[in-house]
């Protein structure tokens, strides 16, 4: 694939492409888990959303059970949690893995060392930053919260860029 938005992913509510419709904005993806010491950082997530989403701008999260056993619900069940619990409104993936043998092809292209940012996901809450066209443009190790300075200045020249 040549750029994140060529990626067929399920959504957790079962619609068949949550990454085609959200083409040409600037995204942070971010790999989660409902039970982990990070998932406080979902409400960081859910205010980027509420700041920026007329910004041409979205959090996409991508629920993963790989680290700790900390998501281990069902789409339905994590869907629950996070809107119940942190009024999360931005789009979701099915449940994925992010390392390893049964990787999911995006994850594989995201830390591929073409993109610029290879290695294997370190833990959950793990960011990169998408810049409008596709490309990885940063990563952002778990501990980075999402209102980070150099998080929200990295967006910020992003959709610079895209509205050039």
Known sequence: MSDFFSFKLA????????????KGRVILAVNVASECGLTPQYA?????QNDLVDERFTVVGFPCNQFGAQ?????????AFCTERFGVTFPMSKKIEV???????????????AQGHAGDIE?????????????????????VKPQDYGVLQDI????EQAAL
Do not use: M
């Not at 833990?123 to 940063?138: T, Y």
């Open 11 to 22: 959504s957790i509510h079962g619609t068949p492409d949550v990454l085609g419709a959200l």
């Open 44 to 48: 960081g997530l859910q205010e980027l």
């Open 71 to 79: 998501e281990p619900g069902t789409e339905k069940e994590i869907a």
């Open 99 to 113: 390392n390893g043998p049964s990787r999911d092809a995006l994850y594989a292209w995201l830390t591929d060392a």
């Open 123 to 143: 833990w959950n809450f793990e960011k990169f930053l998408i810049s409008h066209d596709g490309r990885v443009l940063k990563r952002y190790p778990p501990t």
């Open 156 to 159: 910020a020249e992003a959709l």
